[in-house]
């Protein structure tokens, strides 16, 4: 985890935080699937609308984060490297 990057904000295990952005920050680095992709879901679920950052390094977030997004009606600002970025609207 980024110890510069949070808040301290939900930083314990369940891998959440703030980043400088003020987005939510989801740190799913060394899980496998599906977990960043459940890790993610229960971010937004708990959090509800705003921005987020997903952290994953397994190769299958790379296809399995988009699919999310689209399936759930997110919009997924940036993505690459194990790192997306997504905008979660109202409802």
């Known amino acids: 985890m980024e110890t510069g990057d949070t808040t301290g904000r939900g930083t314990g295990e369940t891998g959440t935080g703030e980043n400088a952005a003020g987005a939510v920050l989801v ?3 060394g899980l496998r699937c599906p977990l ?3 890790r993610l879901a229960r971010a937004v679920r ?3 609308s705003g921005l987020y950052r ?8 790379e296809r399995d984060i988009p699919d999310l997004a689209r399936e759930r009606g997110w919009r997924l600002a940036a993505a690459g490297g194990g790192d997306f970025r997504l ?3 109202p409802g």
Do not use: M, N
């Not at 997903?54 to 977030?61: I, M, Y």
């Open 27 to 29: 740190d799913a680095r």
């Open 87 to 89: 905008d979660v609207p």
């Open 46 to 48: 708990e959090g509800g």
């Open 36 to 38: 960043p992709a459940l």
């Open 54 to 61: 997903l952290l994953a390094d397994d190769p299958a977030a």
